[in-house]
């Protein structure tokens, strides 16, 4: 998100009759960042019934933390799913061909419309970041049978 942000900021102020312009492209690529993300969120949840399944199904009993976890990842993932879509809807407004909206908020349609994406994205890395700690833990505890490990529950230790 913050390296999205430089890149905005390092472009500078950005001019009503140069945001068309700036903007197309930019929407072009967010069509398939959008969709990615949509399909990623969808795989996530699905990832977070297997780690669920997997961690429910194994010998040791995990302890609140780790069923917690995978909530809060799962609910990152809507919350993508949802950012994704919307956006993806708001992107196929054709603001350009409004003569109605001033040329002055097309400026602050393009700044929002680059915030909201540099979000997403932090967004994403974060669920994805937290997914692969999640199930390097579970695979330590359920493969490795690793004991006393801080994601079993305390009778397990």
Avoid at 78 to 86: E, I, N
Avoid at 113 to 122: F, K, Q
Wanted: hydrophobic share 50%.
């Amino acid at each position: 998100m913050a390296l999205a942000l430089t890149f905005t900021l390092a472009v500078g102020h950005v001019s009503a009759s140069e945001v068309p312009r700036l903007l197309q492209p930019f929407i072009d690529t967010l069509r398939y960042f959008c969709s990615a993300m949509c399909t990623a969120s969808g795989t996530i949840v699905a990832l977070m019934l297997a780690a669920l399944g997997l961690s429910a199904k194994s010998d040791r009993r995990f302890n609140e933390f780790h069923y917690r976890r995978l909530r809060f990842i799962a609910r990152m993932a809507t919350v993508v799913f949802v950012l994704s879509a919307l956006l993806l809807l708001l992107i196929g407004i054709p603001l350009e061909n409004a003569e109605q909206i001033p040329h002055d908020l097309l400026t602050v349609v393009y700044y929002g419309v680059t915030t909201y994406a540099s979000v997403l994205c932090g967004v994403v890395v974060a669920t994805v970041l937290m997914l692969n700690r999640t199930v390097a833990e579970t695979i330590e505890v359920v493969g490795l049978d690793h004991d006393g490990h801080p994601i079993l529950d305390g009778a397990e230790e």
